[in-house]
């Protein structure tokens, strides 16, 4: 957070200072010289770009990374033709592996060309000990890797690198620390991401991420809070707190607090606007939470809550700790309570052993539920986690299970989203419109889409519009008004 630091006044010829942030600030100094001397040397700029696959936890990662680069001296573009590049990989799909020994092959044939080019891989993927030993076996040309629980290393990890001129690999299994203030390089200059916990002790069946990302650890709220303050400062007005399972936030703080108190806390920091939260797991929502969402105006109406499946007996296996009436409570909940919410969903297909009984069990809470989106996976087995030992399904069943699903979801989803036809909504413009010039792009409170007439410079801003045509799945509007 501290982008403006004074670097003249940090001795990087004096001793390492013991706290971890300034220790972390000496080495951004340290490589900040390395890079200024090498700019000289080759008289050019030198570039970086810090590639993200995965979920918001890493585009998040991906921002302090991108923070900690530009301090250094390097100059951030999109092209992998950059001087350093960076990939934040994911491991959730066995596939997204391959993904990046595939990326790995295309840089090996740039660094040939550039021989100031430096090569990184972090995130989850890394903490999985037989990726390591590929990396250090048929991957000697990748300079630094590092996992998700020292991503703060990462000035001292690549100064190492500099010193040594050979790779370094520096993987921890797990850590209780969390590294404050840190530099951080937003995406967005409105809207921004926050961390309010890490890691995950559920151990659902399916999922790799309580292996590579460790147990739960929560922010002091005071962090959290002083963190938001900084971004409105900074001109953000939207914020969305991140956390595997923000129902659990609070429970490792020796101060407990719940999430739902510290919803309230960061809806009283003056100038925000909008507060988003993902993700909140169904087997421990608490009404606190409903209510705490209904009353405040600054939340937005929009809550993630992942199915999985309808079936009793899999979401059982899956060890998730609910079942289907319990979650379609839920529901009934939430929308009694804010009959205008957008629930929104992910449901895996095929998981080892579905039947068609407990496919069917699905589609009953998909119709009941009446989801305004829903994000469905055919299940992809992941090597190190309890579901990949079972027995795996017929292809051609899942597929066809899965297409169903789809029909059934897309169908629900367009009568959801064209409710609102005709209605004026305010909506945060994000960017100008890819596809269309002359549009703009913008998000509604309730997550939605909408495209409309305007240009760039009304990015960041919020605009009343009335919307005129409903796509299914999106908005056509006309600007009604600036606020
Ligand atoms: S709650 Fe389950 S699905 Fe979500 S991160 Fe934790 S283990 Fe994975």
Redesign the pocket.
């Known amino acids: 957070m501290l982008n403006d630091i004074d670097f003249d006044k940090i001795d990087i010829n004096g001793s390492i200072p013991e706290d971890e942030t300034n220790r972390q600030y000496y080495y951004i100094a340290k490589c900040r010289e390395y890079v200024s001397n090498l700019k000289k040397e080759i008289g050019r700029d030198l570039t970086c770009s810090v590639k993200t696959f995965g979920c918001q936890m890493n585009a998040r990662d991906s921002e302090k990374i991108l923070g900690m680069l530009i301090l250094m001296g390097y100059t951030p573009i999109e092209s992998e033709d950059a001087d350093l590049v960076l990939y934040n990989t994911c491991t959730v799909r066995e596939n997204a592996n391959q993904k990046v020994y595939g990326h790995l092959g295309y840089l090996k044939n740039k660094k040939k060309h550039n021989p100031y080019m430096m090569i990184g891989l972090c995130g989850c993927m890394m903490q999985e000990p037989q990726v390591i030993e590929t990396i250090r076996s048929k991957y000697r040309f990748v300079d630094v890797v590092f996992g998700t629980h020292n991503i703060f290393k990462f000035a001292e990890i690549l100064y190492t690198r500099f010193e040594s001129g050979s790779m370094v690999i520096d993987i921890w299994d797990r850590t209780d620390e969390i590294v404050e203030d840190l530099p951080s390089e937003r995406k967005y200059s409105f809207k921004a991401g926050v961390n309010i916990m890490f890691g ?1 002790n ?3 069946s399916f ?1 790799i ?2 292996y590579v990302r460790g147990r739960e650890r929560s922010r002091n709220p005071r962090d959290i809070i002083r963190e938001i303050e900084m971004l409105v400062a900074d001109g953000v007005t939207e914020v969305t707190l991140l956390g ?2 923000v129902n659990s936030y609070g429970k490792t703080l020796d101060d407990k607090m719940t999430f739902a108190e510290l919803l309230e806390l960061v809806c009283q920091v003056d100038g925000l606007k909008r507060v988003r939260f993902m ?1 909140s ?1 169904p087997k421990d929502l608490p009404d606190e939470l409903i209510e705490v969402m209904a009353k405040e105006p600054k939340i937005c109406k929009h809550f993630h809550l992942p199915l999985q499946s309808g079936s009793d007996r899999l979401l059982t296996e899956m060890n998730r700790h609910y079942d289907k009436a319990t979650y379609l409570e839920l529901v009934d909940k939430l929308r009694a309570a804010m009959p205008d919410i957008s629930i929104t969903t992910d449901i895996i297909v095929g998981y080892p052993g579905e039947t068609e009984e407990d496919f069917n069990d699905t589609l009953e809470v998909v119709r009941k539920a009446q989801y305004d989106a829903a994000f469905t996976f055919i299940y992809s087995k992941r090597s190190g986690t309890a579901a990949a030992k079972k027995e795996q399904l017929d292809k051609d069943v899942v597929k066809e299970r899965f297409d169903r699903l789809l029909k059934e979801v897309q169908t629900i989803a367009a009568d959801r989203t064209n409710r609102f036809e005709g209605e004026v909504k305010e909506v945060l413009v994000e960017s100008v419109n890819d596809h269309e010039e002359g549009m703009v792009t913008g998000r509604m409170d309730n997550n939605l889409l909408v495209h409309f007439k305007g240009d760039e410079s009304l990015i960041g801003s919020y605009v009343d519009v009335k919307l005129t045509d409903g796509k299914d799945f999106y908005y056509i509007g006309e600007a009604v008004k600036e606020r």
């Open positions: 995950c559920n151990f659902c999922c991420v309580p595997q399972n993700t797991h």
